[in-house]
């Protein structure tokens, strides 16, 4: 299994509105990564989990919460989002920088998010 | 801080003709550098990578890219170009630790 599997393809909300986006991978993977991505803009980072500690939070508003209950799988939590948060939001792991080598990331398909 | 720069938000072949697509880098220490492929709705594809040794990187689908220390670039070129090469194609760089950074993106498309 070499796929890193996001859910919901989509999602609407509403700025009062929570939600959560999900990211499975079963490839053993020990770093999983949150990207955010504009139209028309390349990926932004947001989070990094590695070996299931935030390692990396690239100063994300408090409404964007992850939480990486295990080492397969890494949620983001949703809460009173802004129109302006509407993004493509790629979830990707790696072996992780302990693994040595290049730390080759493997990406989601992406959610689509719109907040209305 | 690492950071990468495409030249060339938009690139425009003929079907058969060389793809070249223009990646620069700035690296303080030595960079692992990528190529990746994202199709309209879809995530992000490696294509290829620089980690060290030979600085002629092949990758998948006739995709290659060489690693110029002295001119600081690591451009992807391809012979042929394919329709179904149209695609957005991102220049990224690697710290050697988790953070990857991606430059702005090069859109390609391949007229019939």
């Known amino acids: 299994d070499t796929e890193v599997t996001q859910t919901p393809k989509h999602l609407v909300m509403g700025m009062t509105n929570k939600k959560s986006l999900k990211c499975e991978q079963h490839?053993?993977?020990?770093?999983m990564y949150w990207y955010k991505q504009k139209a028309k803009k390349p990926p932004e980072l947001m989070f990094v989990?590695?070996?299931?500690?935030?390692?990396i939070n690239e100063s994300v508003p408090s409404r964007f919460s992850p939480e990486c209950p295990n080492s397969s799988l890494l949620n983001l939590h949703l809460h009173a989002l802004q129109p302006e948060d509407s993004a493509l939001y790629l979830c990707?792991?790696?072996?992780?920088?302990?693994?040595?080598?290049?730390?080759?990331?493997?990406f989601g398909a992406g959610s689509r998010l719109t907040v209305l | 801080a690492q950071s990468v720069t495409q030249l060339g938000s938009h690139v425009s072949v003929s079907e058969g003709a060389l793809v070249l697509l223009r990646c620069n880098y700035s690296?303080?220490?030595?960079?692992?550098l990528f190529w990746y492929v994202q199709y309209p709705n879809q995530g992000l594809q490696l294509l290829l990578k620089?980690?060290?040794?030979?600085?002629l990187v092949k990758g998948i689908n006739g995709f290659e890219a060489e690693f110029k220390k002295s001119e600081t670039s690591f451009h992807l070129t391809k012979p042929s170009a394919h329709m179904s090469d149209a695609a957005e194609y991102f220049c990224?760089?690697?710290?050697?630790?988790?953070?990857?950074?991606f430059g702005a993106g090069t859109i390609l498309r391949v007229k019939s």
């Open positions: 620089y980690t060290t040794g030979a600085t």
């Open positions: 989990y590695s070996y299931e500690k935030l390692s």
């Open positions: 990707a792991s790696s072996q992780g920088r302990l693994a040595g080598g290049a730390n080759v990331l493997t």
């Open positions: 990224a760089v690697s710290d050697r630790g988790n953070k990857l950074v």
């Open positions: 490839m053993g993977h020990r770093a």
């Open positions: 690296s303080s220490v030595p960079p692992y």
